[in-house]
């Protein structure tokens, strides 16, 4: 089982229309796939048209062994379920920062999906509490939507240092560029800048209705809307992402 997480201290940034459309691709490419919203504003499991009620909320979830399957619902992709988020998960670094092995309640939950899925793609909540801080630890690649905006660049630096602080490997991380409106001046300046400068996976998100939309269809903008450039876009980021992640053809 492959664990990736969507995580950046910005919210708004594109993480959870990413996780979703990733998940999406993941599943289309034959990967039994799992979205794990961890984030209490439960986007990703709306996107999914699954109803954000996460059985026995966080406090079960995270404090207690149970049968984790009754929680996890069917999206109406082939082969992509959802372990849905709820508001409970507001409490969730409460919960994981107060145990006495903070590691213990989130491996427990990916040890436990390791059986039945190839993909398991985490959409955290922005910022870095004592939830990220554990996943950082436990998931093969962190991905990171970064808007080209000056302070946008920053909080990535920022979270480079987190991470470094959390002894994360700098190879972990995998920033991307999201939300990439090419009619400005400076998106434009910047995207051409960090991509000579940084290590940015090659693949950039423009702006694009079909994304934004995605909550009223919910269905991923890449069986929604295939042909549109961020579709394109989506796809070239999945084929980075199992590239890294090394995943194996899925069996046909
Ligand atoms: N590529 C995109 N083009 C247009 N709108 C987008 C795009 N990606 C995300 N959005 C919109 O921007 C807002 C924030 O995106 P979201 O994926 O929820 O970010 P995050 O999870 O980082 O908060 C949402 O309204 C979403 O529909
Ligand atoms: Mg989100």
Redo the contacts with the bound molecule.
């Keep these: 089982m492959h664990a990736v997480a969507?995580t950046?201290l910005?919210?708004?940034?594109?993480?959870?229309?990413?996780?979703?459309n990733l998940a999406a691709l993941s599943a289309a490419a034959g990967h039994r796939t799992l979205v794990w919203d961890i984030?209490p504003?439960a986007?990703?499991t709306a996107c999914l048209g699954v109803k954000p009620k996460l059985r026995g909320g966080a406090q079960r979830l995270l404090g207690s062994d149970r049968d984790l399957g009754r929680s996890i619902r069917p999206s109406g992709t082939p082969r992509l379920d959802v372990l849905p988020g709820d508001v409970t998960l507001r409490e969730a670094d409460v919960i994981v920062g107060g145990s006495r092995k903070p590691k213990r309640s989130l491996r427990r939950v990916l040890t436990a999906v390791a059986k039945d899925y190839d993909v398991v793609l985490i959409?955290c909540?922005?910022g870095v509490g004592p939830v990220t801080e554990v996943l950082v630890r436990s998931v093969d690649l962190l991905l990171v939507?970064v808007v080209p905006a000056p302070l946008d660049l920053r909080a990535l630096d920022r979270f480079r240092d987190v991470l470094g602080d959390l002894g994360a490997p700098p190879e972990l991380l995998a920033p991307f560029l999201?939300?990439?409106d090419r009619r400005k001046p400076l998106h434009r300046r910047l995207v051409d800048e960090v991509r000579t400068r940084e290590r940015f996976m090659g693949a950039v998100?423009?702006?694009?209705?079909?994304?934004?939309?995605?909550?009223l269809e919910q269905v991923p903008?890449v069986v929604d809307a295939p042909r549109s450039l961020?579709a394109i876009?989506l796809r070239e980021l999945w084929a980075e992402v199992a590239e890294r992640l090394d995943l194996p053809p899925a069996p046909s």
Excluded: F, Y
Excluded at 205 to 215: D, H, I, N, T
């Design positions: 969507l950046a910005k919210g708004g940034v594109g993480k959870t229309s990413t996780a979703v984030d504003q986007g990703a959409d909540p922005p939507p999201s939300l990439v998100v423009p702006v694009s209705s079909a994304v934004e939309r995605m909550p903008t961020a876009a």
